[in-house]
């Protein structure tokens, strides 16, 4: 398998941005975008419900602003 190499988070791609998509599955799964669009971090679960997933990915974006605020 090969790896694609990952996009770090830099200060442009501020704010972050959280969506929650419907999979085919009946189930939801939550993206965070950057300000370009981009997915910068998708759930690796998937989740019963909307609001589930909306609190499943707070440590997540908490991180990534950080990160992204700390990166020149």
Do not use: W
């Not at 799964?29 to 909306?54: C, E, H, W």
């Not at 990534?64 to 020149?72: D, E, F, G, N």
């Amino acid at each position: 398998m090969v790896k694609t190499p990952r996009r770090g988070v830099h200060q442009s791609d501020l704010p972050l941005r959280l969506r929650v998509i419907l999979t085919g599955n009946g189930c939801f799964q939550y993206l965070i975008l950057r300000n370009d669009g981009t997915v910068a971090k998708m759930s690796p679960a998937s989740f019963d419900t909307a609001d589930k997933a909306r609190v499943a990915r707070l440590p997540v974006l908490q991180r990534r602003s950080i990160v992204a605020k700390l990166t020149p």
